[in-house]
């Protein structure tokens, strides 16, 4: 098949590369996905010099303009520039040892090492540190060497050197191979060696010693080599030819690099034809250059990594990667005229029918093409059905009325028995067994016989309604798919049509596949795939795990996996996993997608045509598509059973980018943190763009998150403690790496986060809790002495009323008493009786004033200032006016509203009652004159007379049992004294007497604040 797919592929790369951004696109050849990377990619040269994967997984290539790491999807280069110890950045060799540092080989001389993620300039022999390393590796006893571009070899660590072999000849063929055992042969100017005990052992190969020159070798996993001389691919061993795979496919070209491949295959890049692939099966040889997908035939240098993906450099082109796979894509030579392929047929013989969108039909027999249009019978080219019974008869359908047509004679001709009326055909299904044809078009199916033809089932919605796909169950049952009227059933006692109410997923049926065992498959244009079993409709939708929701095309393998052909590529699932979600007992369903990363030329398969896939004698599968047949060998398509490795690269704090450590955090984070970005890699190359991930911040996540394919996990502001990241991740064909990848880190805490602060609140919450409760215990206490002293205010305060109703109102009574009963000895006496019954009223009226004294100092209405003020001048009034002397009040015209209690006006007035008494019983007073004076906390009230005074220091000190028991002023001071106030006497005997009340008022303001108000 390379013959005939070299030329029609070229033209395809061209046409790709011109649609494509860049060179970053897989392409197939000869059963290997070829894929470019360049510059566009990441590449920091497209001059690729060499490659190693390093144990953690990573690939590591040298380009003269620094090193790059890859992770699959990103390069990370490491230069002169960001790197001093890269003092060149031209790399020419790679090489990792057991203990896991990497060295890499400059082109000026120079030996570099990196070892825990530092660069490290090592020392070579002296005179040999300016001659470029074109080899690097260990021998088995794990001592390092390092090959010079003239041939020395120098032992890095120890010192030595072993002298070149051609010295003092100029180099010119060298090469440098080193096997998996650490076995390391050399060629010099076409003389090979090989490096036993610190020495290099030419190797003596046998006559014709003439044609013996060596162009290339490669260590072998044995411990021999592969020499290639004498126009011989043969292997060395045990100083012997012990296999020969034939001579030179390249033939004279140069070689530039050998590689022994983990399955055996003999890799050889050559200058100018390419790479060339030689099988240890007896396969014939594979060659891949610029027509394959290489962008450049010079071959630079080789490496397998651990999934069996070989990395090329390609001259001054970039890096490909190949690896084996289970598809191709089949062209014709002209390209099918530049149109599309709609449908295709297999014959018995293996040979394939193909049917064009305006080029007629293709056949494709081994290494033939033959085309039949116009000139072979179509009178429409366009042909969207094409069919090869058992028989080996060919019958093609076009958009045209009187179809089908059959080939008979190198023509296609109308048999009898089609309608020459009969509108255009798009399926075409021949029955097993009999010359009969299924033949759906626009009206509806029908089956064509040698006879004639017979309706089988008209199109349920009319002429619109397309006929789009034909099975044939086991059971002679036949199924038919419309574009919009759904499925129908046709047995020999009759037609069934399903439809969405009867549980079909959808009315548009596009392609159906019957199975052995009755069950039907249904491929929709909207709703995904719909199992039919038992009778039963079951629905599977993209939700389930489906590539699309339009379903192209169905077909089976012999491994046990269906191949579903949609809109976003082909997809391989399992038989057995789709039951199982059609039942019930799966979510979801394990797959594979194929789609432009495995070199699919498109992922847009169109459906509604019965022949737009088949399956050929040999197993393989093929897919009609707009740019051509993609076929896949399921027997070829390979499980990765690696999974990868996975590293967390980096992570970002807010905007800032840190290597992310091995394992922890040295530092913790800042508390005030707003975004944490982790950046991780499944480090997987078959297909990096399928690897996917799932991570969980074990502190936070309390499940796996699922991210797909994406490389980032981000967080914001999370709360101060410690966490660990974890991540973990699937190759291409859903391998999960089961052991995470790990980094642990801490928050810090704002400083009210802390523990010394919360225990600094804690102490002063427990502080505060005791000192509210220290207070509200002494707020309880002091209620409860305050309901205490009210209560003894109250008790006093009713024993104070008791006393005084017992004497002035018991005293009055009593002498009321007293008259009333000398009453009857004088009431026959007039003169008599007159002052006694005189007495009796005064008595009265005086008991009936103390009685309304009592009751105005306990009422509380009037605990007032104004109150006070108001009944005192009242009484002065009357009091004085009764013994006709004058009395003159000096009152503020606005008093405050300040609260004076009941005890305080109780005292001050039986104070000043006493004072008013004195001033007309003992003062002889004719004028009485009250001024009221506000002050701080209080106010003063002065009693002032003209009478005649006297001396306070000549008055007697007289015991008194009681206020008012005859002595005055001492009960006036003792009254004031009660109340917190105090009473001031001023008296001359001839200068009258002036009495001044003190009384505070609490909760009355000062001076000030009553100004201020």
Same mark, same amino acid.
């Given at each position: 098949m390379k013959t005939l797919l070299r030329a029609p592929l070229l033209l395809l790369l061209l046409f790709w590369s011109s649609a494509v951004t860049g060179w970053a696109e897989t392409f197939l050849a000869d059963g290997y996905a070829v894929r470019v990377w360049q510059t566009e990619d990441g590449l920091p040269q497209n001059l690729v010099t060499s490659a190693t994967q390093t144990q953690e997984g990573y690939l590591w290539f040298g380009t003269h303009s620094g090193l790059a790491r890859f992770d699959g999807k990103r390069f990370r280069v490491f230069d002169s520039a960001n790197t001093p110890a890269l003092r060149d950045r031209r790399i020419s060799a790679l090489f990792e040892d057991a203990a896991g540092t990497l060295w890499i080989g400059h082109e000026a001389g120079g030996v570099t090492r990196l070892t825990d993620g530092s660069f490290q300039i090592a020392t070579l022999p002296s005179g040999a540190d300016n001659e470029k390393i074109i080899g690097l590796g260990s021998d088995p006893q794990q001592r390092l060497w390092a090959m010079h571009?003239?041939?020395?070899?120098?032992?890095?660590?120890?010192?030595?050197?072993?002298?070149?072999? =051609?010295?003092? &000849?100029?180099?010119?063929?060298?090469a440098w191979s080193r096997g998996p055992n650490g076995h390391i042969w050399v060629v010099e100017n076409g003389a090979a060696a090989r490096l036993i005990d610190d020495a290099l052992i030419p190797v003596n190969l046998p006559t014709p010693q003439a044609a013996n020159?060596?162009?290339?070798?490669?260590?072998?996993?044995?411990?021999?080599?592969?020499?290639?001389?004498?126009?011989?691919?043969?292997?060395?061993?045990?100083?012997?030819?012990?296999?020969?795979?034939?001579?030179?496919?390249?033939?004279?070209?140069?070689?530039?690099?050998?590689?022994?491949?983990?399955?055996?295959?003999?890799?050889?890049?050559?200058?100018?034809?390419?790479?060339?692939?030689?099988? !240890?099966d007896g396969r014939p040889p594979v060659h891949l250059d610029r027509t394959d997908g290489l962008p450049q035939n010079w071959v630079r240098f080789l490496h397998e990594d651990r999934e069996g993906t070989l990395w090329v450099g390609i001259g001054s082109a970039g890096l490909v990667s190949i690896h084996p796979t289970g598809f191709a894509v089949l062209n014709a030579p002209d390209q099918w005229q530049g149109c599309s392929v709609l449908s295709v047929a297999a014959s018995p013989d293996g040979s394939l029918w193909i049917g064009t969108d305006g080029a007629g039909v293709y056949?494709?027999?081994?290494?033939?093409?033959?085309?039949?249009?116009?000139?072979?019978?179509?009178?429409?080219?366009?042909?969207?059905?094409?069919? *090869?019974? !058992?028989?080996?008869? =060919?019958?093609?359908?076009?958009?045209?009325?009187?179809?089908p047509y059959r080939l008979e004679g190198g023509q296609f001709e109308r048999p009898p028995s089609v309608d020459e009326t009969s509108s255009p055909v798009l399926a075409l299904l021949p029955v097993p067994g009999t010359p009969d044809l299924l033949v759906g078009n626009r009206e509806g199916l029908l089956r064509l016989s040698p006879t004639g033809s017979t309706w089988l089932v008209k199109s349920p919605l009319g002429a619109s309604d397309d006929v789009s796909a034909v099975a044939l169950a086991p059971d002679g049952t036949i199924w038919c798919g419309f574009t919009q009227g759904g499925l129908v059933r046709i047995t020999p006692t009759g037609t069934t049509v399903f439809d969405r109410d009867n549980g079909l997923g959808s009315n548009a049926v596009h392609s159906l596949l019957a199975e052995p065992d009755g069950t039907l498959w249904i491929g929709t244009a909207d709703h995904g795939l719909t199992r039919y079993r038992d009778g039963r409709f079951d629905l599977i939708t993209p939700e389930a795990?489906?590539?699309?929701? *339009?379903?192209?095309?169905?077909?089976?393998?012999?491994?046990?996996?269906?191949?579903? !052909?949609?809109?976003?590529?082909?997809?391989?699932?399992?038989?057995? +996993?789709?039951?199982?979600?059609?039942?019930?007992?799966?979510?979801?369903?394990?797959?594979?997608?194929? +789609?432009?990363?495995?070199?699919?030329?498109?992922? &847009?398969?169109?459906?509604?045509?019965?022949?737009?896939?088949?399956?050929?004698?040999?197993?393989?599968?093929?897919?009609?598509?707009?740019?051509?047949?993609?076929?896949?060998?399921? !027997?070829?398509?390979r499980t990765n059973p690696l999974p990868p490795p996975v590293v967390i690269e980096s992570f970002d704090v807010d905007g800032r980018t840190l290597d992310a450590p091995a394992d922890e955090l040295p530092t913790a984070l800042p508390p005030d943190h707003q975004r944490l970005e982790f950046r991780f890699a499944g480090l997987s190359y078959v297909s990096p763009d399928k690897v996917q991930f799932r991570y969980r911040l074990e502190g936070l996540d309390k499940s796996w998150v699922e991210v797909g394919t994406d490389r980032t996990a981000s967080y914001s502001q999370l709360p101060a403690g410690s966490y660990q990241f974890h991540v973990i991740a699937s190759n291409n064909d859903g391998l999960w790496n089961t052991t995470p990848a790990t980094v642990s880190f801490t928050v810090a805490p704002f400083f009210w986060q802390t523990w010394w602060f919360l225990g600094g609140c804690t102490l002063l919450m427990l502080s505060a809790v005791a000192f509210a409760v220290r207070t509200l215990t002494r707020r309880r206490l002091r209620h409860r002495l305050e309901l205490l002293e009210q209560r003894h205010a109250l008790e006093l305060e009713r024993a104070r009323i008791a006393r005084d109703i017992h004497d002035d109102v018991g005293t009055s009574l009593t002498r009321i008493s007293m008259l009333s009963q000398s009453a009857p000895a004088v009431m026959r006496d007039p003169e008599r009786a007159g002052p006694l019954l005189a007495r009796i009223q005064q008595t009265a009226t005086d008991m009936t004033r103390a009685l309304d004294e009592i009751v105005w100092a306990v009422d509380p209405r009037h605990d007032t200032l104004d109150s006070l003020v108001s009944y005192m001048g009242k009484f002065a009034e009357d009091f004085l006016r009764a013994a006709e002397v004058r009395c003159r009040l000096d009152l503020p015209f606005e008093l405050p509203a300040w609260d004076v209690p009941s005890d305080h006006r109780h005292h001050l007035f039986l104070a000043f009652k006493e004072a008013l008494n004195n001033a007309l019983r003992h003062g002889g007073a004719s004028v009485v004159q009250l001024h009221l004076r506000l002050q701080p906390r209080g106010f003063e009230l002065v009693v002032q007379d003209n009478g005649g005074g006297f001396d306070p220091a000549a008055l007697p000190e007289r015991p008194s049992d009681r206020p008012g028991g005859g002595n005055g002023l001492r009960n006036m001071r003792q009254r004031l004294e009660r109340i917190g106030g105090r009473c001031e006497v001023r008296s001359a005997p001839g200068d009258g007497t002036t009495v001044t009340f003190v009384v505070p008022v609490p909760g009355a303001p000062s001076t000030a604040a009553r100004s201020q108000a």
């Open positions: 571009e003239y041939g020395a070899l120098s032992a890095l660590g120890h010192g030595e050197q072993i002298p070149s072999l =051609i010295a003092p &000849e100029k180099p010119g063929n060298m020159y060596v162009f290339g070798l490669a260590a072998t996993a044995d411990g021999g080599a592969w020499i290639l001389c004498d126009n011989r691919v043969r292997k060395w061993r045990d100083d012997r030819w012990v296999e020969d795979r034939g001579p030179f496919p390249w033939g004279d070209d140069s070689l530039a690099t050998c590689l022994e491949l983990s399955d055996g295959t003999l890799a050889v890049g050559t200058l100018n034809s390419g790479l060339h692939l030689i099988y !240890a056949h494709y027999s081994g290494d033939t093409w033959q085309r039949y249009a116009a000139d072979a019978g179509l009178n429409n080219v366009y042909i969207p059905a094409v069919a *090869a019974s !058992a028989t080996g008869e =060919i019958w093609a359908g076009n958009f045209w009325w009187g179809g795990g489906l590539a699309d929701k *339009a379903i192209s095309a169905i077909l089976a393998d012999a491994q046990g996996y269906l191949w579903l !052909a949609t809109h976003r590529g082909i997809q391989r699932v399992a038989r057995a +996993d789709l039951h199982r979600c059609a039942d019930g007992e799966l979510s979801t369903f394990p797959s594979q997608i194929y +789609d432009r990363s495995d070199g699919l030329p498109i992922v &847009e398969f169109l459906g509604g045509r019965q022949g737009s896939a088949c399956t050929t004698p040999d197993g393989r599968l093929w897919f009609a598509n707009s740019r051509g047949l993609v076929c896949v060998d399921p !027997a070829k398509v």
